[in-house]
């Protein structure tokens, strides 16, 4: 299955020189977990931990502080037209949980996230569940 069925293409972005409270802001106000930092394309991710580990785990003033500082800027994405095995192989090899999906002009299309290939999963196995039990003979 293509990525692009399953990716949300209501990715929320923000913009490298975006101050931290505003993205702190954004997430609870959006009820998300990450923001995808983005110029002309995706450049790096902000996390709910991001900022609790780079902001007040360190004891930061946030208010020095925007997201090109607490953004994981060694970024992983996937474009558009893979399948949903590259994506899952993509975050296990890396750790990641989200993936911002990309068109082949490199552009923000969309993100993908562990959430998002669990419930699939999820779908799956409750759809094969019904086979069997359709096939299974009474007792």
Do not use: K, W
């Not at 972005?13 to 702190?24: F, G, I, P, R």
């Not at 931990?49 to 090109?68: G, Y």
């Amino acid at each position: 299955m293509p990525i692009d069925n399953l990716a949300r293409s209501d990715v929320v972005t923000a913009s490298t020189d975006e101050a931290v409270h505003e993205l702190a802001a954004t997430m609870q106000d959006e009820n998300v977990g990450c923001i995808v930092i983005a110029d002309d394309g995706p450049v790096g991710v902000v996390t709910d931990r991001d900022l609790t580990m780079q902001v007040l785990a360190d004891q930061a003033d946030p208010d020095e502080m925007v997201a090109e500082d607490v953004m994981s800027d060694d970024l992983h994405t996937i474009e558009h037209d893979a399948g949903f095995y590259e994506a899952t192989e993509l975050m296990s090899e890396h750790g990641i949980r989200r993936l911002p999906v990309t068109g082949a002009d490199g552009a923000l299309e969309g993100i993908i996230t562990a959430d998002d290939l669990n419930e699939l999963l999820a779908d799956e196995q409750q759809e094969l569940a019904e086979v069997i039990r359709a096939q299974r003979p009474p007792y």
